[in-house]
Every structure is written in structure tokens, then in C-alpha cells.
């Protein structure tokens, strides 16, 4: 059977970054202290009771994004110590070398939670780069890596994510995995496991009824269109409160980037400017 590789907590970005050369996937133990998890499932708790299942239009997407399972996206405007997480050194400086090289400067692409309860099914493998041409186009380059810290502990019958360890080197992009190339991303409450843009992964199937949490906080190119809409989650009153660097990371500010081997913007602009004049 295909495993995921754990590393400790005291992991750096570096080791971080090697395992994943080589796995496309990799599992850092205890990630987030259990105080700062508690602080963040319990301010999530009125958004996560609040919630009423969403029609995502075709069966497809029902199929894909769950029939039994609770999705929210905008966690910086629903858990106040969420920016700790989107801002943690670790998870930028592993960001700073997987994304950093083909863009500058990354964004946040999504912050979720995705809470998978009793009865839901194994979602369909797949690779989360396929959202964007550039993945058919550029299919050596990463445009998207995404996190998952485990909200509650994740175990073979809660769901706990299906992974294919170097399944971003494979050469076939038609190329099914077989049973045991597929490995599950058991850990416990607090771990986290990183799983690259390029690499094949999908939600288990809860056969237990306990619910699985994961809270997602994906990094895109600086260049692509992020998959959430971040300005309708937050506001210029809100960002005025965080640091700089979460502006950045959020789109408040101007996207360029050019040297010799890398050319691009500006985007984002406000009034032919960069937004951080709203911030000065
Ligand atoms: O919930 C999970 O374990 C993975 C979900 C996922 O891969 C996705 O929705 O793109
Ligand atoms: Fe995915």
C-alpha cells in the first residue's frame, strides 16, 4: 500500500519542500498548536451551524463537491485567528520556493472548510491544477499548492483524503492509479498535509458518521485568477486591520513582477494604481 510521508513538527520549509519534489505530497505532524485549533473550530462554530447545503447546479459538481459534506469558503472573515495559519512562516516559505519561482509574488487561492459527514462517498480523483488551461498548457509547472490541516482527526473511515504519492511525475496525464498506489492522509487533529497542484488526490468516502474537518488554505500564482472571489468575503475596513502581507496575499495591492527570467502585470489595479493607497 502507497503511504504519505510524515515529517515532525519541527519540519523546515526546506524539508518540507524536498519531500514534495519527490511525493507531490507530504504530512507535517502537529502542525497548529491545539490551542490555536480550538480557538479556530469554535469561532467557526456559528458559520459551520448556520450552514444550509448549497445546490451546486449539475450532478457533476454535486457529485465532485458533495452531497454530505459542508463547504465554506472566506475563513479570514469567519475565524478571527485564521491570518495566523494563512500567515504561518512554514507554510510561506514552502510557497516561496514551489510558487514563488513562476511568479514573485503568490496569492491566496482559497481558505475552506471542507467537512465531510457520515454517508458521503470518495470524491472523484483528480489534480486541483485542472482549473486553470494553463495546467494543459504548462503541464510541468506548478500553478496551485494546496493545505489541509486536519480541524478534527483524520482516520480511514472519516474520510481522510485519498493521495497518490509521485503521481506529479507520472508522463500520462490519462493514467489511472491502481489500488495501492493510493495512499490516505491519516493524521491526527492539528497535522497538516500538503498536496501540490500536479499531484492526484480526492476526498475519502465517511463510512463512520464522525465528521472529518479539513481547513484548506491553497497559494496560486500571482498571475491566475484566484478560485475565491476574496474582495466579496472581505472589506477595505477589515484589511486595513492586517498586516501588509496579508493585503498582499489577499489582492489588496498591485501584482508585477519583472527581471530577466520572469515578466508580468501590472494586475490588480486601482485607479491605475496600486490598492495599498486605500492603506496608507
Ligand atoms: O476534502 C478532501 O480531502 C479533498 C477535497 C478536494 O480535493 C477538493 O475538493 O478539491
Ligand atoms: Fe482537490
Not at 10 to 33: C, L
Amino acid at each position: 500500500m502507497a503511504e504519505i510521508v510524515h515529517l515532525p513538527p519541527s519540519a523546515t520549509a526546506s524539508d518540507i519542500v524536498s519531500v514534495m519534489a519527490e511525493h507531490g505530497a507530504v504530512i507535517v505532524d502537529d502542525f497548529v498548536t491545539a490551542q490555536w485549533l480550538k480557538e479556530f473550530n469554535d469561532s467557526v462554530r456559528t458559520s459551520i451551524d448556520a450552514y444550509t447545503p448549497y445546490d451546486y447546479g449539475e450532478p457533476e459538481a454535486m457529485e465532485f463537491l458533495g452531497y454530505n459534506t459542508v463547504r465554506l469558503n472566506g475563513l479570514v472573515s469567519k475565524a478571527s485567528n485564521y491570518l495566523d495559519l494563512m500567515l504561518d512562516e512554514r507554510l510561506l516559505g514552502v510557497m516561496d520556493q514551489l510558487l514563488a519561482p513562476s511568479c514573485g509574488q503568490y496569492l491566496l487561492n482559497s481558505s475552506e472548510i471542507i467537512e465531510i459527514h457520515g454517508g458521503e462517498t470518495a470524491q472523484e480523483l483528480h489534480v486541483d491544477d485542472m482549473i486553470w488551461p494553463g495546467h494543459f498548457w504548462m503541464p510541468g509547472r506548478m500553478l496551485q499548492c494546496n493545505t489541509m490541516v486536519a480541524g478534527t482527526e483524520f482516520t480511514e473511515s472519516n474520510g481522510a483524503t485519498q493521495v497518490v504519492p509521485g503521481s506529479h511525475l507520472w508522463d500520462d496525464p490519462e493514467r489511472t492509479p491502481r489500488p495501492d498506489e493510493i495512499a490516505r492522509a491519516v493524521m491526527t487533529a492539528g497535522s497538516i498535509v500538503f498536496v501540490g497542484g500536479k499531484t492526484i488526490h480526492g476526498g475519502g468516502s465517511n463510512t463512520s458518521g464522525e465528521a472529518r474537518r479539513a481547513i484548506v488554505t491553497s497559494f496560486v500564482l500571482g498571475w491566475l485568477r484566484t478560485q475565491e472571489n476574496h474582495f466579496l468575503h472581505t472589506t477595505v475596513e477589515q484589511a486595513k486591520s492586517w498586516p501588509a502581507r496579508a493585503r498582499q496575499l489577499l489582492g489588496y495591492d498591485l501584482y508585477s513582477h519583472y527581471d530577466d527570467g520572469l515578466m508580468a502585470g501590472p494586475l490588480g489595479y486601482y485607479e491605475y494604481g496600486s490598492p495599498e493607497v486605500l492603506f496608507d
